[in-house]
Protein backbone atom coordinates (compact mmCIF):
# COMPACT_ATOMS: atom_id res chain seq x y z
CA UNK A 1 0.00 0.00 0.00
CA UNK A 2 1.01 3.28 -0.86
CA UNK A 3 -0.39 6.36 0.51
CA UNK A 4 0.73 10.33 0.93
CA UNK A 5 -0.21 10.17 4.56
CA UNK A 6 2.78 10.63 6.72
CA UNK A 7 1.41 9.80 9.96
CA UNK A 8 1.62 5.63 9.77
CA UNK A 9 0.70 3.62 13.17
CA UNK A 10 0.96 -0.29 12.22
CA UNK A 11 -1.48 -1.94 14.44
CA UNK A 12 -3.60 -4.58 15.94
CA UNK A 13 -7.09 -4.22 16.68
CA UNK A 14 -7.78 -4.74 20.03
CA UNK A 15 -11.54 -3.89 20.45
CA UNK A 16 -14.35 -2.65 18.45
CA UNK A 17 -17.39 -1.01 20.27
CA UNK A 18 -20.21 -1.50 16.93
CA UNK A 19 -22.91 1.15 16.36
CA UNK A 20 -25.85 1.29 14.17
CA UNK A 21 -24.18 3.81 12.11
CA UNK A 22 -20.85 4.08 13.17
CA UNK A 23 -17.47 2.14 15.03
CA UNK A 24 -15.27 3.00 17.36
CA UNK A 25 -12.00 0.12 16.79
CA UNK A 26 -9.32 0.71 19.58
CA UNK A 27 -5.82 -0.66 18.58
CA UNK A 28 -2.47 -1.50 20.00
CA UNK A 29 0.54 -0.24 17.50
CA UNK A 30 4.42 -0.34 17.73
CA UNK A 31 5.98 0.70 20.43
CA UNK A 32 2.89 -0.46 22.89
CA UNK A 33 1.20 2.77 21.58
CA UNK A 34 -3.05 2.88 21.83
CA UNK A 35 -5.27 4.80 19.14
CA UNK A 36 -8.70 4.87 18.27
CA UNK A 37 -10.38 5.40 15.12
CA UNK A 38 -14.20 5.84 14.81
CA UNK A 39 -15.40 5.08 10.97
CA UNK A 40 -18.77 3.97 9.42
CA UNK A 41 -20.25 0.49 10.22
CA UNK A 42 -20.80 -0.20 6.55
CA UNK A 43 -16.76 0.60 6.12
CA UNK A 44 -16.52 -1.73 9.37
CA UNK A 45 -18.33 -4.24 7.95
CA UNK A 46 -16.77 -4.26 4.42
CA UNK A 47 -13.34 -4.18 5.67
CA UNK A 48 -13.98 -7.63 7.69
CA UNK A 49 -12.20 -5.95 10.71
CA UNK A 50 -12.10 -8.02 13.79
CA UNK A 51 -10.55 -8.28 17.08
CA UNK A 52 -6.83 -9.39 16.34
CA UNK A 53 -6.77 -8.20 13.03
CA UNK A 54 -4.08 -6.34 11.70
CA UNK A 55 -4.62 -2.79 10.10
CA UNK A 56 -2.63 0.40 9.19
CA UNK A 57 -3.54 3.71 10.85
CA UNK A 58 -3.19 6.57 8.96
CA UNK A 59 -3.24 10.48 9.98
CA UNK A 60 -2.65 13.57 7.14
CA UNK A 61 -0.18 16.04 8.79
CA UNK A 62 -2.68 18.86 8.47
CA UNK A 63 -4.93 16.79 10.89
CA UNK A 64 -2.22 16.39 13.90
CA UNK A 65 -2.53 19.18 16.58
CA UNK A 66 0.34 20.18 18.84
CA UNK A 67 0.37 21.14 22.27
CA UNK A 68 3.07 22.26 24.61
CA UNK A 69 2.26 21.52 28.15
CA UNK A 70 4.20 19.07 30.52
CA UNK A 71 0.95 17.13 32.08
CA UNK A 72 -1.32 15.32 29.46
CA UNK A 73 -3.61 17.58 27.81
CA UNK A 74 -7.65 17.39 28.43
CA UNK A 75 -8.83 17.84 24.88
CA UNK A 76 -11.92 15.90 23.25
CA UNK A 77 -9.46 14.46 21.17
CA UNK A 78 -9.24 10.40 21.49
CA UNK A 79 -5.22 10.20 20.51
CA UNK A 80 -3.12 11.91 22.36
CA UNK A 81 0.90 11.14 22.36
CA UNK A 82 3.72 12.66 24.24
CA UNK A 83 6.85 13.52 21.96
CA UNK A 84 9.32 15.95 21.04
CA UNK A 85 10.24 17.93 18.23
CA UNK A 86 12.63 17.00 15.53
CA UNK A 87 12.65 19.39 12.70
CA UNK A 88 10.70 22.30 11.86
CA UNK A 89 10.58 23.76 7.88
CA UNK A 90 8.20 26.48 7.17
CA UNK A 91 7.49 29.11 4.10
CA UNK A 92 6.39 31.71 5.91
CA UNK A 93 2.47 30.96 6.03
CA UNK A 94 2.75 26.84 6.60
CA UNK A 95 4.96 25.17 9.03
CA UNK A 96 6.04 21.36 8.76
CA UNK A 97 6.35 20.17 12.84
CA UNK A 98 8.49 16.58 12.32
CA UNK A 99 8.66 15.23 15.78
CA UNK A 100 8.75 11.65 17.48
CA UNK A 101 6.87 10.01 20.17
CA UNK A 102 8.42 8.07 23.06
CA UNK A 103 10.11 4.85 21.55
CA UNK A 104 10.14 6.42 18.07
CA UNK A 105 7.12 6.36 15.90
CA UNK A 106 7.81 9.07 13.68
CA UNK A 107 4.80 12.40 13.53
CA UNK A 108 4.54 15.07 10.85
CA UNK A 109 2.27 17.87 11.73
CA UNK A 110 1.09 20.72 9.62
CA UNK A 111 0.51 24.25 11.53
CA UNK A 112 0.32 27.66 10.71
CA UNK A 113 3.69 30.11 11.24
CA UNK A 114 1.32 31.64 13.79
CA UNK A 115 0.69 28.83 15.74
CA UNK A 116 4.27 27.83 16.28
CA UNK A 117 5.26 31.65 16.95
CA UNK A 118 2.26 31.40 19.60
CA UNK A 119 3.87 28.49 20.83
CA UNK A 120 7.69 28.89 20.71
CA UNK A 121 7.94 25.65 19.00
CA UNK A 122 11.54 24.46 18.69
CA UNK A 123 13.27 21.57 17.57
CA UNK A 124 13.79 19.42 21.03
CA UNK A 125 10.72 20.74 22.64
CA UNK A 126 8.77 18.47 24.99
CA UNK A 127 4.94 18.60 22.95
CA UNK A 128 2.01 16.33 22.45
CA UNK A 129 0.82 14.83 19.28
CA UNK A 130 -3.01 14.82 19.64
CA UNK A 131 -5.97 13.83 16.63
CA UNK A 132 -9.61 12.79 16.72
CA UNK A 133 -10.67 9.55 16.59
CA UNK A 134 -12.87 10.60 13.13
CA UNK A 135 -9.65 11.70 11.51
CA UNK A 136 -7.90 8.27 11.38
CA UNK A 137 -7.86 6.11 8.45
CA UNK A 138 -7.93 2.47 8.67
CA UNK A 139 -6.01 0.17 5.71
CA UNK A 140 -5.97 -3.32 5.48
CA UNK A 141 -3.90 -5.46 2.97
Known amino acids: MQSSARNVFFSRVASV???PLLTEVSMTAQHGLELVSVI???SYEGMGLA????VTALVKPPEILIGKDSRKLLTSARNN????ITGVRGDGVAV???????GGTPMCA??????????NITVNDQVWFFFKAFNVILSID
Do not use: M, Q, Y
Open 110 to 119: LITAKSVENL
Open 17 to 19: RKG
Open 81 to 84: FAGR
Open 40 to 42: TTE
Open 96 to 102: EILGELS
Open 51 to 54: EGLA
